[in-house]
């Protein structure tokens, strides 16, 4: 069965701090993986999404960036985290079609101080 | 554009039947999700419609109305484990890799 691992959990950053976040897919191969945000009470805006290794799409211009070093591996960074980037970030992954539905990895709940 | 409006809030009774709606309006539709999320936790698929008429799992169904730009989810046999956070989420042709534009949410409130 597929499975979607995310961490940390919790974070709690600095301003100015980076940010590294991973997310990892199991049972699959060549996902179409995605990062979302979402704000208290509110939507997912999504802000990147991957179609295979190396390839990146942004949604939303801002000081995030994401990366895909292996077909599995998701990352999201930041070099310097605002007090806007505070929010709940949420990797996800889809099998053939939005059918099947997005499966969401736990999330990590990101404070930014 | 492109939008989903769904209500802020619903509030029912455990026990009872609630409908959550879901408007849309987009280029290219091709089909309409929902999710639950509990407080704290990520985001669950329930249902999807890509043609019109009504999809029943369980407890939950969804119903879709293309000519409309108009669905529901319907909860029967409310459950207080029902209080969540339900969002609609379409699919749009003109949108790659798919990709889904997010309702605000409607946060289900049960009172025993």
């Known amino acids: 069965s597929q499975t979607i691992h995310q961490w940390p959990a919790t974070l709690v950053q600095p301003v100015g701090s980076p940010l590294s976040l991973e997310c990892t897919v199991e049972g699959t191969s060549n996902p179409n993986l995605y990062w979302y945000r979402q704000a208290a009470g509110r939507g997912l805006q999504l802000l990147f999404y991957?179609?295979?290794?190396?390839?990146i799409s942004s949604e939303v211009p801002q000081n995030l960036s994401a990366s895909r070093p292996q077909d599995r591996q998701f990352i999201l960074s930041s070099k310097k985290l605002l007090l806007s980037d505070s929010g709940f970030y949420l990797c996800?992954?889809?099998?053939?079609?939005?059918?099947?539905?997005?499966?969401f990895g736990s999330g990590t709940r990101l404070t930014v101080v | 554009g492109q939008s989903l409006e769904q209500p802020s809030e619903v509030t029912a009774v455990e026990g009872a039947i609630v409908q959550i709606n879901c408007t849309y309006q987009t280029s290219g539709f091709y089909g309409l999700s929902w999710y639950q999320q509990h407080d704290g936790g990520a985001p669950t698929f329930l249902s999807y419609n890509g043609l019109d008429g009504l999809e029943e799992t369980g407890r939950f169904s969804s119903f879709l109305s293309r000519s409309d730009s108009y669905g529901y989810l319907l909860l029967q046999e409310l459950q207080m484990k029902d209080s969540a956070s339900y969002f609609c989420a379409v699919r749009d042709r003109m949108r790659s890799n798919y990709q889904l534009i997010w309702g605000a949410g409607t946060k289900l409130i049960i009172k025993p």
């Open positions: 991957s179609v295979g290794i190396g390839q």
């Open positions: 996800a992954w889809v099998y053939s079609g939005a059918r099947y539905g997005y499966t």
